[in-house]
């Protein structure tokens, strides 16, 4: 039998292998979807909620909080995002990194409710996010734009947009690919599995947190901002719709919270059969899906990677 | 200059007091055997001691450094490690993630410490499991996991919480040999047990608590035949 050190090394170049392949594949496929004529809309979408059910990820899957406010994060930097551009003339791309510091922000502000587990965290995050959206609702009109919103007015440019939104993807899933490995992603995990136990083994268990909740913050404001200058508009009823939070978990969920590849297999399966449905069964497309979400959850509760990965041990250290 | 000292150490939960001006020290290679009927305030010793419980007077110091109110996690970097009656394993984590967790702030490489883990793993058993979620483990193998996961950072001070409940008897001899090994590596092992005859086996002084208080303390011969101690296990 070969040394375990000498089998760990064969994993990780396995693992690096299937990583750089599966990885540039995607990469190589959407960077031609507007080439090869398909729909750019959907596929703006699909890596819009790939990239939100992987940072949400980070906060549950890793750290184990459930945000039900998690919206809060992507309807500020939509507003953050859309004010700076029309109201202080800043420059797209200057705008769009500055929403995501406006996520991170809000996320030292929401940073004492991590003393919160459980329930209590979710409703918590749940009544946050309920409060971001009225304190923009009742902000100057002159601001905000008040029950109209703010409209970009000229700036759309959707290829642009969607070009940005692939390279925030990559950027969100290096991140995630690199956490998950990293030393700060094992100390989430333990603090997700025993915080009370990871403290007595010597992790700074509030600054792990901490950490984790940023990473979790900073790519759903951003996501906000690239959407807004997409669609060219923001208001409070739809960059705080809580469906948006609700679709996230369902995608995240899906797939399998604590794995890479969940979210993402979640969100991929999950948009596409979002999609088909809405294309059957317009009125119905809601129900329909949340009855397939509720099969999924009754048979895969560990999500589709989760479930693989339990059934076959020994792929875990190849599927990141 | 005793490597763990504990002074006049006291704990309330609202009217109850679980410890009552509780003293102890043991120095390099000792192992002090902690003993007491159910709610006698063992474990409540050792979470004051790990900075779980913040003890309501007294002091503790790790080297002679009083450590009195850190938090755990500070505290585990003084050296002091520890394992829990019930095993607390990180069950969603592979085995060499367990061990990996309490040296992650260490200077060594990645694959110096996966190295150590391994090495660790394989002194205890666990090798072959290695890539496995410690919650696939029996519950001996996770208390197995713990103490390897306890000794991973090399700590000065370690503390074992029922090493032996609910343990095959033949594990419980595996582990008994790998306690005596860390006692002769130079560690202070303060070991709580309900196993009367491993911890006359394994220790080189007993203290014995009830209601909180220290109510015999010696070596083996003595404790054996205290009245106060038999007093309190045997209620005559």
Known sequence: MASPSRAADSADRIYF???????????????????????????????????MASAFNVASGFAGYMPFGYVAFYGVGAFTTAILVKKAAFPLFLALPLS???GLVLALLFAPTLRLSGIYFGIVSLALAGICRLAITNMPEEITGGSFGLQLGSRAQPLQSFYVMMAVMVLALATILWLSRSRLGKALRATRDDAEAADMMGVNVPLVRLYGWLISAFFPAVCGGVEAWYTNVVDTET?????????????????????????????????????????????????????????????????????????????????? | MSAIEARGLT????????????????????????????????????????????????????GGERVTGQPP?????????????????????????????????????DSELIGRAEAMLERMQLIELRHNYAEELSGGQQKLLEMARMLMPDPAIVMLDEPFA???????????ERIEETARAG????????????????????????????????????????????EAYLGT
């Open chain 1, 17 to 51: 292998t299937l990583v750089a392949l599966i990885g540039g594949a995607l990469l190589a496929y959407f960077a031609a979807v507007p080439v090869l004529g398909l729909n750019v809309a959907f596929h703006f979408y699909l890596m819009l909620w790939i990239t």
């Open chain 1, 100 to 102: 995501g510091v406006a």
């Open chain 1, 239 to 320: 960059a705080f719709n809580t469906l948006i939070t609700a679709k996230t978990v369902i995608y995240a969920v899906a797939g399998g919270l604590g794995t890479v590849t969940g979210p993402i297999i979640g969100a991929v399966a999950m948009v596409w059969l979002d999609e088909l449905i809405w294309r059957q069964f317009p009125l119905l497309n809601l129900l329909i899906l949340g009855v397939a979400t509720v099969i999924l959850v009754l048979f895969l509760p560990r999500g589709i990677v989760g479930t693989v990965l339990r059934r076959k041990p020994h792929w875990r250290r190849y599927v990141p």
């Open chain 2, 11 to 62: 704990k309330r939960f609202g009217g109850l007091v679980a410890l009552d001006g509780v003293d102890l020290r043991a120095g390099p290679g000792e192992t002090l055997g902690i003993i007491g009927v159910n709610g006698a305030g063992k474990t409540t010793l050792m979470n004051c001691i790990c900075g779980l419980y913040r003890p309501d007077a007294g002091d503790v110091l790790v």
């Open chain 2, 73 to 109: 996690h500070v505290i585990a970097h003084h050296g002091v490690g520890r394992t829990f009656q019930v095993p607390r394993v990180f069950r969603k984590m592979s085995l060499i993630d367990n061990l990996l967790v309490p040296v992650l702030d260490r200077p060594a490489s």
């Open chain 2, 166 to 176: 609910g343990v095959h008897p033949v594990l419980c001899k595996f582990m008994i």
């Open chain 2, 187 to 230: 560690k202070v092992v303060l070991l709580i047990s309900h196993d009367l005859t491993s911890i006359y086996r394994l220790s080189s002084r007993v203290m014995a608590l009830n209601q909180g208080r220290v109510i015999a303390e010696g070596g083996v011969d003595d404790i054996r035949g205290n009245p106060a101690v038999i």
